[in-house]
C-alpha cells in the first residue's frame, strides 16, 4: 500500500518548502502587492465602520446635531463603496495569481515528466502522476488564492480590532477578550479533528482514483470474465468508507462554526450586560457600547478564516511536498554535457559489445550480448517469451542505461550521444503500437511539419495502408480514439509502419505485433515491412519466423543469451534452438491448415 502511505500529512508548517513556494509568487509580485495593499486597505475600511457608527451616536445623535449626521452617514456609504471596490480588487488579483502560478507549477511538472526516464515509469502508477498534475497542483492554487497573502488581511483585522477596542474603553475590551480562551479551545479542537478527516480523505480519494484508472483501463476484461458484481462491490466499498470519512468531517464543521457564533453571542451578551451597566452608571457612552457589540460580531470571522486558512496551508504543505519530491526526482538517462556530435551523414552501424542488464538488483535478462549490425544489414531476433528481446530494443533507444558492457552507434558509445541524435537515427516500431487521440495523418506525422501531406499519403501507400484508410468516412482526416481503440490491431501496426517510414530514420527498429492478425493482413504487413527495411539498418524481432526468414542473420536468444546466429538456412542446419521454434511454429501451421 505504498501508493497511499504517501498520502500521510507531514508537518503543517514548513520553512524550507514555504521558501520554495514563495519562489512561485516571486513573478507576480506586483499583482500580490496590489492584493495586499487592497487587503489591508479593506481590513481598515471595515474596522472604520463601528467607529463610524460611534461617532454617529455619540456625537451627532446625542447632540441632535442632523447636519453632522448627514455628513458622516455619506462617509459611511463611501467607506461601503470603497470597501466594496477593495474587495473586488483583492479577489480578483489573487485568483488570477492562483491560477497563474497552477499554470506555471503545471507545465514545470509536466516537462519534467516529459525527461523522466522509462524506469521511472515502470515504478510509479500513471494515476498518482496524474494525481501530482490535477489535485495537488489545485491544492497549491487554493493556497495562493486563497491562503497565503489574505491571512495578511486576518492578522491585520485581529489586532486591528483589539487595538481600537483598548483604545475606546479597556474594561469592556477585557470583557470582551474573557471569551478568547474558550475560543482557543473550540478551534484546537476543530483543528485536530479536522486535520485526521482530511488526511481519510485525502487517502480515499486516492485509492478511488487508482482503482478507478485500473478498472476503466481494463474494463473489457472485467466485462469478458463477468467480473462486474465483483468490481462493483469493490468499488462500493472504496466509495462509501470515502463519503463517510466526508461526513465525519462534516461533523466537525457544522459543530466549529455554530460554535463560534455561540462564543460570539457569548462575548455580545458580556458586553451589554458590563457594557449596559457603565452606560447606565454613566461610565460610558452608547456608541461606544454599540460600537463594541458590532466590532465583537467581526472579532470572531477571522478567527474562524484562520482555522480554515490553516487547513489549506497543511493540505498545501503535503501536497507541495509531493510535487517536489517528483519535480527533483533526478533524471537518470539524460544528454550529456558534451556530446559527441554523430558523423553526418549516419551510417547506421549498431553494436553490442558484452551487454549486461537487470532492470532490478542483479536478476540479469540480458547476460553478456555481443553483435554488430553493419550499415543496411537486415537482421531479426527471435526467442521464446521473455528471453529479452524487447530489452535489446530498449537499451538501443536508451531508455534504460546497460549494467555492464557498451552499445556503439557508428563507433559511439550511446551514452556519449545526445539523446536526440539517438534517437533522431532511428523509427521505431513497438510491440504494442501508440496512436493518439487524433486524425490518421496527425499520427503518422506526429507533429512534424516538415512531412508535407504528401509525403504522409506516400508513406500510407507504401504500407498498404491506403486500401483501408480509404474506406474510412473521411480518409486520412479521419479521427482516431484514444490510444487508437477505433482501429483494429492490423490497421494500428500498418499506421505505425507508416510513421515509420515517414521520418525516414537510418536505422529501423521493430518489435513485432505478438497477436495474429489474419493471413490476408499478414500479407500486407509483411510487404509493408519489406519496403520498410529496404536501404535501412534493421533489426526486427518477429514472433513468427516467416517474417524474418530472408534477413541477412538471425540472432536466436534464449534466456538473455545470445545462442545461436546465422542465416535461415544455417541455423535450420545447425539443428538447435532455432530448429526446434521453426518446428513448433511449422507444425502449428500443418494444424491450423488441417483444422
Ligand atoms: N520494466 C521491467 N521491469 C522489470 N522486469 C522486466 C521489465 N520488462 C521486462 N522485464 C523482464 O525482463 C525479461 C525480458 O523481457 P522482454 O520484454 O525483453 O522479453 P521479450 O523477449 O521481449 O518477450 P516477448 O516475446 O514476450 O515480447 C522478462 O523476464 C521480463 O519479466
Ligand atoms: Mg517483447
Do not use: C
Not at 148 to 170: N, R, T
Not at 431 to 440: C, K, P, T, Y
Not at 510 to 537: F, H, K, N, P
Amino acid at each position: 500500500m505504498s501508493a497511499y502511505e504517501e498520502e500521510a500529512l507531514g508537518k503543517a508548517y514548513d520553512a524550507r518548502l514555504m521558501r520554495r513556494l514563495l519562489t512561485y509568487l516571486w513573478p507576480y509580485r506586483r499583482t500580490v502587492a496590489v492584493a495586499l495593499v487592497a487587503i489591508i486597505g479593506h481590513s481598515a475600511l471595515q474596522l472604520a465602520q463601528p467607529y463610524l457608527t460611534k461617532l454617529a451616536i455619540d456625537s451627532y445623535i446625542a447632540t441632535g446635531d442632523l447636519a453632522g449626521l448627514n455628513q458622516i452617514a455619506l462617509v459611511f456609504l463611501f467607506v461601503l463603496l470603497g470597501a466594496f471596490i477593495l474587495e473586488y480588487v483583492r479577489t480578483y488579483t489573487l485568483q488570477m495569481t492562483g491560477q497563474r502560478i497552477m499554470f506555471d507549477l503545471r507545465m514545470q511538472v509536466y516537462g519534467h515528466l516529459q525527461k523522466l526516464d522509462v524506469r521511472f515509469f515502470d515504478r510509479n502508477p500513471v494515476g498518482r502522476l496524474m494525481t501530482r498534475v490535477t489535485t495537488d497542483v489545485d491544492v497549491l492554487n487554493e493556497l495562493f488564492a486563497s491562503g497565503v497573502v489574505a491571512i495578511f488581511g486576518d492578522v491585520f483585522m485581529l489586532i486591528g480590532i483589539m487595538a481600537v477596542l483598548l483604545s475606546m474603553d479597556w474594561r469592556l475590551a477585557l470583557v470582551a477578550f474573557s471569551v478568547l480562551p474558550l475560543i482557543v479551545m473550540v478551534t484546537q479542537w476543530f483543528r485536530r479533528h479536522v486535520r485526521e478527516t482530511y488526511r481519510t480523505v485525502r487517502i480515499w480519494i486516492a485509492r478511488i482514483n487508482a482503482y478507478l484508472q485500473e478498472h476503466i483501463t481494463g474494463m473489457v476484461t472485467v466485462q469478458v470474465f463477468q467480473r462486474e458484481k465483483r468490481s462493483f462491490d469493490a468499488f462500493d466499498g472504496i466509495n462509501r468508507t470515502h463519503r463517510d470519512a466526508n461526513v465525519a468531517s462534516i461533523f466537525f464543521y457544522a459543530v466549529f462554526y455554530p460554535a463560534i457564533e455561540l462564543v460570539g453571542a457569548l462575548a455580545a451578551s458580556l458586553i451589554i450586560w458590563f457594557g449596559g451597566g457603565w452606560v447606565l452608571d454613566e461610565s460610558l457612552t452608547l456608541g461606544v457600547l454599540v460600537a463594541f457589540l458590532l466590532y465583537a460580531q467581526r472579532f470572531f470571522r477571522p478567527i474562524s478564516d484562520m482555522s480554515e486558512k490553516f487547513n489549506i496551508l497543511q493540505s498545501a504543505m503535503a501536497s507541495s511536498e509531493r510535487i517536489f519530491a517528483l519535480l527533483d526526482t533526478p533524471v537518470e538517462v539524460s544528454s550529456p554535457t558534451k556530446p559527441t556530435p554523430r558523423p553526418a551523414p549516419a551510417r547506421g552501424r549498431l553494436e553490442f559489445d558484452g551487454v549486461w542488464f537487470a532492470y532490478v538488483d542483479d536478476n540479469y535478462v540480458l547476460r553478456d550480448v555481443s553483435f554488430v549490425v553493419e550499415p543496411g544489414q537486415r537482421i531479426g531476433i527471435v526467442g521464446a517469451t521473455g528471453a529479452g528481446k524487447t530489452t535489446i530494443i530498449s537499451l538501443l533507444m536508451r531508455f534504460y542505461d546497460v549494467s555492464r558492457g557498451r552499445i556503439l552507434v557508428d563507433g559511439i558509445d550511446i551514452r556519449e550521444l545526445g539523446l536526440s541524435d539517438l534517437r533522431g537515427l532511428s523509427s521505431l516500431v513497438l510491440q504494442d503500437a501508440h496512436l493518439f487521440a487524433g486524425s490518421i495523418a496527425a499520427n503518422v506525422r506526429l507533429g512534424d511539419q516538415t512531412i508535407t501531406d504528401a509525403d504522409v499519403r506516400a508513406a500510407i501507400a507504401s504500407v498498404h495502408a491506403k486500401p483501408f484508410i480509404d474506406q474510412l468516412p473521411a480518409g486520412l482526416a479521419s479521427p482516431v480514439a484514444e490510444r487508437g481503440a477505433t482501429l483494429s490491431v492490423g490497421q494500428k501496426q500498418l499506421v505505425t509502419f507508416a510513421r515509420a517510414l515517414a521520418y525516414e530514420p537510418r536505422v529501423l527498429v521493430l518489435d513485432e505485433a505478438t497477436s495474429s492478425v489474419d493471413t490476408e493482413t499478414e500479407v500486407l504487413i509483411q510487404d509493408a515491412l519489406r519496403v520498410l527495411m529496404t536501404g535501412r539498418t534493421t533489426i526486427a524481432i518477429a514472433h513468427r519466423l516467416s517474417t524474418i526468414q530472408d534477413m541477412d542473420r538471425i540472432l536466436v536468444l534464449h534466456k538473455g543469451q545470445l545462442r545461436e546466429t546465422g542465416t535461415h538456412q544455417e541455423l535450420l542446419a545447425r539443428r538447435g534452438i532455432y530448429y526446434k521454434l521453426y518446428q513448433l511454429q511449422y507444425q502449428e501451421q500443418e494444424i491450423a491448415a488441417a483444422g
